[in-house]
């Protein structure tokens, strides 16, 4: 398995400022990704967060508005920039371990006001 | 309509019973996972599965793969309120990538 953790859990925000989720795996790993779940919806992929290079965002999502990191094998950043009440959502990285099994985070859950 | 469905969107039933929930895709399966996640939190894994009539079991949770690999059922055997929450499936689209259904909420009443 894979133990993830995400920093904030949750947060309430001021709308037009920006913050930065960070997630951390227990062991490295190639697969970094993303996701959205907006109140009483699915999750839907943001973006892979590739190590030494740019992210790979998901139709509909944009860098300036979800800027990634992903320094090394284990920690990646997501920021949420210019927040809008629409941003309102949990934010879930997951990752595929060495097994080919999907794990998820515990979630940061932001509330735009 | 959606690539992934789930049936039912919602579900109560009493403590003890036994109860079903299903997942179908308009496209073939090549890994279809099974999660459950609490109101505002992170997705627990349960299952994954990969190959036509696969069929696994945890504890009271079965997860079951169509032999055509377009459906999935989760079956909860004598259901607790421990079992409570929403039941997500995900389909793998490319390595690593899910696309999901739109869950099933659960409540179990004691």
């Known amino acids: 398995s894979a133990v993830i953790s995400q920093k904030p859990s949750r947060d309430i925000c001021q709308r037009g400022t920006s913050l930065t989720i960070q997630c951390q795996v227990d062991?490295?790993?190639?697969?970094m990704f993303w996701y959205r779940q907006q109140p009483g919806q699915s999750l839907t992929l943001i973006a892979t967060a590739n190590q030494g290079s740019e992210a790979t965002y998901e139709s509909g999502f944009v860098i300036d508005k979800f800027p990634i990191s992903r320094p090394n094998l284990t920690f990646s950043t997501l920021t949420v920039s210019n927040m809008s009440p629409e941003d309102s959502s949990i934010y879930l990285c997951s990752v595929e371990n060495s097994g080919n099994t999907i794990y998820f985070g515990e979630g940061s859950w932001l509330t735009v006001v | 309509s959606q690539e992934l469905e789930q049936s039912p969107q919602s579900l109560i039933v009493q403590e003890g019973k036994n109860l079903t929930i299903n997942c179908t895709s308009s496209?073939?399966?090549?890994?279809l996972y099974w999660y459950k996640q609490k109101y505002g939190e992170g997705l627990i894994f349960l299952m994954m599965?990969?190959?036509?009539?696969e069929e696994k079991s945890h504890e009271k949770i079965t997860a079951k793969l169509d032999e055509k690999k377009q459906q999935s059922s989760l079956h909860i055997t004598a259901s607790q309120p421990s079992h409570a929450g929403i039941y997500l499936c995900?389909?793998?689209?490319?390595?690593?990538?899910?696309?999901f259904g739109q869950g099933t909420t659960l409540q179990v009443k004691p």
């Open positions: 599965l990969q190959k036509g009539g």
């Open positions: 995900g389909a793998v689209r490319n390595t690593g990538k899910l696309i």
């Open positions: 062991s490295q790993v190639t697969m």
């Open positions: 496209k073939t399966l090549y890994g």
